[in-house]
């Protein structure tokens, strides 16, 4: 069984300019997470989808930070435009059905904002 | 406020040692905890998974342990191996309809040979 898959691995733009992440969820899993990790600090929760529907998007900032799962498989999270203290790194998971069950996370991207 | 305290924030033991890594937490409702290991570049990897009534949970040389009455947990490392050096993120699920985890800044584990 493939992994959740982002790309890309790595990202290096100048503040102000937009940027996009690219998550693809194991097959079959509903649920899927977009979280963002300081350097040293743990996972925080961006948004949350159940299939298409955005469920818990209370920590995006949404006046920068954006996201679509369109057909409720891939999604997509993109920041227009980007500040300097947006650098860290943008993991997605997926999981099964909701948050109850374990969720699998891909590699990261790891955003570095000049 | 509901969070997730790990101690201590960085540990280096020497191969072949053991180690306890503590996690405190104070989020009610309390689903699961869970513990994760996250390699440097890598997402986390789930370890264990533990509900109210569990207090004891192991995966090969990792033990985890629970006790939903102190609200504590801790992960011990038996025989640790290079391969051990990751950080270890305590994580608790917070049983409501938000169903939030909230998440431990982790612990970052060095075992040197």
């Known amino acids: 069984e493939a992994g959740v898959v982002q790309s890309p691995r790595y990202k290096i733009i100048e503040k102000k300019q937009p940027v996009a992440f690219w998550c693809n969820p194991i097959?079959?899993?509903?649920?899927l997470y977009w979280y963002l990790q300081n350097l040293g600090q743990g996972p925080e929760l961006l948004i949350r989808y159940e299939n298409e529907e955005a469920v818990d998007d209370s920590q995006l900032p949404k006046d920068r930070f954006s996201a679509e799962r369109l057909k409720g498989v891939d999604s997509t999270l993109k920041i227009q435009p980007a500040e300097l203290g947006d650098s860290a790194v943008y993991l997605c998971a997926s999981s099964r059905r909701g948050v109850k069950d374990e969720q699998f996370f891909g590699p990261g991207t790891r955003l570095t904002v000049l | 406020k509901n969070q997730v305290e790990q101690s201590p924030q960085s540990l280096i033991i020497l191969e072949g040692k053991n180690c306890t890594l503590q996690?405190?937490?104070?989020?009610?409702?309390?689903?699961?905890l869970r513990w994760y290991k996250q390699d440097t570049g890598r997402g986390p990897v789930s370890l264990t998974i533990?509900?109210?009534?569990?207090n004891t949970k192991s995966n090969g040389r990792y033990t985890a342990t629970l006790d939903a009455d102190t609200k504590q947990s801790s992960l011990h490392i038996t025989a640790s191996q290079l391969s051990d050096s990751a950080s270890y993120i305590c994580v608790v699920n917070r049983m409501d309809s938000s169903y939030k985890l909230i998440f431990g800044s982790g612990t970052r584990l060095l075992v040197r040979p």
């Open positions: 996690c405190n937490y104070t989020v009610s409702p309390f689903s699961n």
């Open positions: 533990m509900t109210f009534s569990e």
């Open positions: 097959s079959g899993h509903n649920t």
